[in-house]
């Protein structure tokens, strides 16, 4: 049963940057990850996906802008943000998925708040 554990967020100006980080206890280059985002009063909405194999998908809003990637060495999951406006304000979570999906198998972390002025 794998745990998450999300951070990397903070303040940011309105074309700034953030790398968020999602630390894996175990098993984690068996594993298909995802990063999602939540923002106040809205639903939680999909962010990008990676395969074991490296091999990414993103919403398509936020191509071009959003990198993630994964170091199995170290069971970490990142999403590199550039270019950040207010719309991207939101309580961001990682989780397990099924390869290729955006659907989760895993139990949701903490998220780490990312604000956007």
């Known amino acids: 049963h794998v745990q998450l554990v999300e951070s990397g967020g903070g303040s940011v100006q309105a074309g700034g940057s953030l790398k968020l980080a999602c630390a894996a206890s175990?098993?984690?280059?068996?594993?298909?990850m995802g990063w999602f985002r939540q923002a106040p009063g809205k639903e939680r909405v999909e962010v990008a996906h990676i395969d074991n194999d490296g091999t990414t998908s993103y919403a398509d809003a936020l191509k071009g802008r959003f990198t993630i990637s994964r170091d199995n060495t170290q069971n970490t999951l990142y999403l590199q943000m550039d270019s950040l406006g207010p719309e991207d304000s939101a309580m961001y979570y990682c989780?397990?998925?099924?390869?290729?999906?955006?659907?989760?198998?895993?139990?949701w972390g903490q998220g780490t708040q990312v604000t956007v002025s």
């Open positions: 175990e098993y984690y280059r068996t594993h298909c």
């Open positions: 989780a397990v998925v099924a390869c290729g999906t955006f659907i989760t198998r895993s139990d």
